[in-house]
Each structure stands twice: as C-alpha cells, then as structure tokens.
C-alpha cells in the first residue's frame, strides 16, 4: 500500500500567482520526484530530489523549483502561473535513485490556473 | 531522443483479453513498467520487467519484452469491467531510477 500523500487535493489560482504544492513519501524513502500530467496526457518529469539535493531536472523552465526536508517530504513550487501550468501534478517517492528502483505515486494535484 | 509510444484507445468485451502495446527508444532501460490510472487517480505500478526478461507473469498480467524492436506488451487475461483505466507505458530515464519517461496511455474500455 502506497504511503504518498499529496495536498493540497485541488486548487484554483490565477495566473500571475505562485503556488506550493506538498508531497510527504512513503516511510524509508529518500527520494522523490514530481511530474506534471496535462489532461490526456502522460506524465511529464519535471525534477527529482534524492537526499535534499535535486538530483536531475526534465524540460521545465527555472520558474518550477524545489525542496526536500530532512524527513525527505517536498515540495513543488510554480512561479508566476501561466494557464498551461493546468495540470494534474503527481509527486512519486521511490526507496533510492538506483536503476532499479520502483516508484510509487500519490494520488495528485489537481492546479487549475484561469 | 527518448519517446514512448502507444496506441491512445482500445475496447474489448468481458472476459476476452485485452493486449496493449508499447514501443520505447532508449535500449539502455533497465527495466520498464506498466503503470494504471483509473479516473480522478494517481498512478498505480501494475508490474514491471527487467531488460533482460523476455516474458513476466503475474496472476491475470503478461508482460511481453521484445528488446530487438522496443517492443513492450500487457496482457490481461479475463479482463473485468474493472479493468477499465488508462495504462501508460514507461521506462527509465537515462536508466535512473524514480525518473521515468511515460507515453501517453492506452485508454482500456472493457464492456459487458
């Protein structure tokens, strides 16, 4: 059974504004990562945090940033919002960043920009 | 570059099986998985396979791995109404765990 735990579970902000999105990982894992689900789409990675450091970053502008605490939950934080931030974001903890490793995700957020 | 892809809808009846196919870029993948997402949900990891598998077998699920072509398969043997999602595709991302590389879902409609 999946421990991830993402809030908030939906929110409305305009464009413009910033937002923090939460994700606490499964117990023993040190790693997680987010990703970004338009609708009808697959998920997109956008970074990935192993030990409070980013460890490996997709094709997103600087204006998506992070962290990870010392308890390995983090968070996902967007910048001056644009209506195709719209999304489904999905934070993924994974037991390390070895290959072999399996991902388990939470249940999303759901951002909607107008 | 690295692309996943998939084949966006597939409809079968009760019972029959259902067979979604993946093809993938990047040889260099350890493994590949299989993921689910029923409406409104987060991802779901049905099972996955290492590169140097060419079949897995896990209750009702067959995973099929043609490493020659980049070919990837799910099986679902007696598919239930249940089983109705969307199943994405996905391998590692310059073989690292945790960062995948997802195609863009086989939307499954089983009907009764």
């Known amino acids: 059974e999946t421990g991830v735990t993402q809030s908030p579970t939906h929110l409305i902000k305009t464009r413009g504004q910033q937002v923090t999105l939460r994700c606490s990982s499964q117990?023993?894992?040190?790693?997680v990562s987010w990703y970004q689900q338009a609708l009808g789409q697959g998920p997109q990675f956008i970074f990935q945090y192993y030990r409070e450091e980013e460890n490996g970053r997709g094709n997103f502008p600087p204006r998506f940033s992070g962290l990870q605490f010392p308890n390995y939950s983090s968070e996902l934080n967007v910048n001056a919002l644009e209506l195709d931030d719209s999304a489904l974001y999905l934070c993924a903890s994974s037991p390390s960043d070895r290959v072999y490793t399996e991902a388990f995700f939470g249940q999303g957020t759901r951002l909607t920009v107008v | 570059g690295e692309d996943v892809e998939q084949s966006l809808f597939l409809s079968v009846r009760e019972g029959d099986s259902s067979v979604i196919n993946c093809t993938y870029t990047d040889s260099s993948s350890t493994y590949l998985y299989w993921y689910k997402q029923e409406p409104g949900a987060g991802l779901q990891l049905l099972t996955y396979i290492f590169s140097n598998m060419d079949m897995k077998q896990d209750q009702r699920l067959t995973v099929l791995l043609n490493k020659k072509d980049k070919h990837l398969s799910l099986r679902i043997a007696d598919t239930q109404t249940g089983d109705s999602a969307i199943y994405f595709c996905?391998?590692?991302?310059?073989?690292?765990?945790?960062?995948?590389?997802f195609g863009q879902g086989t939307e499954l409609s089983v009907k009764p």
């Open positions: 117990s023993g894992h040190n790693t």
């Open positions: 996905a391998e590692s991302m310059n073989n690292q765990g945790g960062k995948l590389i």
